[in-house]
């Protein structure tokens, strides 16, 4: 679609290109392979005529169509299609007329002669040309009607994706504004850090992250922004590791960030004397990897509705409308206490992260520490 002056301005359709097409020459290519096989300078006449009476079918189409059986009015559909064909052979035969002044041959005269045979042939063509024309409003009407859908849906996924994305900035700026109330409570000298990062994330939440998708170096550095101000106020084992060129790549933004807060949520808030959170973001193969493995504490209820919190659930949402086909989202529960193990879940467990972590010492320490491990590939369509 194009716009003029805010009006939408709809190119014409191939297969409403054809038909119009059709309309100009199958009347005129029927009767010169018909009447004049080897008459070809009778051929561009029958074209010029056609050609003449193409902006009457085109009116048919878009106005007594359009207009009347379009809007199921046939009281005035009916007498407006009578009509109309009236006019035309009128036309028609006026045109004939006056091409019989020109000198012709016998076959030509017979042709253009006006008479019972010429008025039904030149009928029957009116009908056929009628009959196309009405199929190409058809067309038009229900590829209109298509591309009408195709934008509502659009529209739709638009406005859900910014409702939930609104949900997300002031989930993510609530948090970030307690960590910062924590700071001045305590008269740290990490708060002025943490504001001026928290200036960075406001100007990416403001100004940067309102297209449809962003570098994935800027989401990183929000990302990033995210640890440093966590890092100042826990004390942690925290890891963010990047993979892979990142430099060419678009996406669309707060995908990760809820995955994060959720695992630091879980790292932070338990009783663990040295808790851990390792995140990983691994670009390769056409897929971009985020891996986030925490110390908890937590039993799996507590884990269970952790996962149906607000931020995971409106991230799962981002997913389903972003990436319908093309997104796995892996959540690993592992027991809080040895006797409460279930050997198929810690055999499955063990399985994925040998696969997402290969280094068996690491593995051991994670299992061992009861481990909450969250793992999201998705894969990054063209822009």
Known sequence: MEFDNDR????????????LALLILINPLVNSITFFLVDFRIWPVLLLVNLALFPAYVLYSRFIVAKFLFQKKYVWFIPATITFFCLVLMLILGGYSIILNFPLLETEKNYFFVSYPTIIREGVWIVVNMALATAVSFIKEALDEKDMLSVLQKDNTFYKLRYLRAQLNPHFLFNTLNSIYSLSL?????????VVRLADIMRYLIYECNEEKIPLNKEIDFIRNYIEIEKLRYSADIRFTIEGETGDIMIEPFLFISFIENGFKHALNNSFKEPFIYITLKVAAGRIVLNVINSSSADLEAQAKRINGKGITSSKSLLELLYPDSYDLDIIQTEKEESRENSLR???????????????HTLDVILKNNTFAVSLIIKPRAA
């Open 186 to 194: 305590q008269k740290s000298d990490k708060a002025p850090e943490v």
């Open 346 to 360: 810690m055999h499955n467990a063990k399985e994925r992260l040998e696969e997402l972590y290969p280094d068996s």
């Open 8 to 19: 939408i301005v709809k190119r014409a359709y191939k297969i409403e290109l054809f038909y």
